[in-house]
Structures are given as C-alpha cells and as structure tokens.
C-alpha cells in the first residue's frame, strides 16, 4: 500500500545534479568542462544572443520613426448608413444592441456615431458621442439623443 512515508519518484524520473570542478577522479575536475581560457570560461563571460561583437547593433543603425500618443481617445465608430439597415423604427441603439447586431466589436470601448448616409427612421440613441452632422439627421428624422 502507497503511503506518504513510502512516496518516491519513478525510476529513472530524477537524475543526479553533475558536480564539475570537484577533482581528477569525477571526470569533471580542473577546467569543468569550460575548456581551456577564454571569455566563455570565464564567471558571466558568456555574451547575450544580440551583442554584435561590438560593432554598432543594428537597433541602434536604424532610424526612429513616429510616436505613440499616449492622450488618444479610441471609440467604436458606427455610421448612421449601417445603422438605418439593421434597425426598425423605435428600436433603442445602444451598446449592447450595436454590439448583437455585429455592428461594434468590443462593448467596453465609448460609441461614438458619425453621420455617412442617411436616417429615415425615428431612434432613440443612448451612446457616449454623436458626430455634428449625425445629430442633425438624427433630429431631422425624429429621433432623440440620451448621450
């Protein structure tokens, strides 16, 4: 019967840790297996994957180009033509509706509505941010705006 007390490894599971520098008789005393002199035989002589023997590193040969604005607002942009197509009069365009209808891809990101096309149908909008130009369809068409 398997207790705790009589636990153990599988065979051949755990290998023993080679001890090198340790005398003539392991096999692995003297250099310990470093090899004779030189940088790799020194203590942390072994140089990273991307030194260059030190000419200039080619992430410092290249240019630098552009920048990452940092203050960037980033919306989900749904335009009024898409809109028109997949809504019904009265219906209420929100996050969770813009996204069931495959219109957004990502609801945790603010909607803002642009004005490409035209509205012929009175919706009720409650988004973060609507364009100028949609807000005046919007209105032309009966709709009303809870932003």
Same mark, same amino acid.
């Given at each position: 019967m398997?207790?705790?007390?009589?636990?153990?490894?599988?065979?051949g599971?755990?290998? *023993?840790r080679?001890?090198?520098?340790? @005398?003539?008789?392991?096999?692995?005393?003297?250099?310990?297996? =470093? +090899?004779? !002199?030189g940088?790799?035989?020194?203590?942390?002589?072994a *140089?990273?994957?991307?030194?260059?023997? @030190?000419?200039?590193?080619?992430?410092?040969?290249?240019?630098? =180009? +552009?920048? !990452?604005?940092?203050?960037?607002?980033?919306?989900e942009?749904?335009?009024?033509?898409?809109?028109?197509?997949?809504y019904s009069?009265?219906?209420v365009?929100?996050?969770?509706?813009?996204?069931?209808?495959?219109?957004?891809k990502?609801?945790?990101?603010?909607?803002?509505?642009?004005?490409?096309?035209?509205?012929?149908?009175?919706?009720?909008?409650?988004?973060?941010k609507i364009?100028?130009?949609?807000?005046?369809?919007?209105?032309?068409?009966?709709?009303?705006?809870n932003?």
């Amino acid at each position: 019967m398997i207790t705790l007390s009589n636990l153990e490894p599988k065979k051949g599971a755990v290998k *023993k840790r080679k001890r090198v520098g340790r @005398g003539p008789g392991s096999g692995h005393g003297k250099t310990a297996g =470093r +090899g004779h !002199k030189g940088e790799k035989a020194r203590a942390g002589g072994a *140089k990273p994957v991307w030194f260059e023997g @030190g000419q200039m590193p080619l992430y410092r040969r290249l240019p630098k =180009r +552009g920048f !990452k604005n940092i203050f960037r607002k980033e919306y989900e942009y749904v335009n009024l033509d898409q809109i028109e197509s997949r809504y019904s009069e009265g219906e209420v365009v929100n996050k969770e509706t813009l996204f069931n209808k495959g219109l957004i891809k990502r609801t945790e990101l603010p909607v803002k509505v642009l004005g490409r096309g035209d509205l012929t149908k009175a919706l009720e909008f409650q988004v973060d941010k609507i364009s100028k130009g949609a807000r005046e369809k919007i209105e032309k068409a009966g709709g009303k705006i809870n932003a």
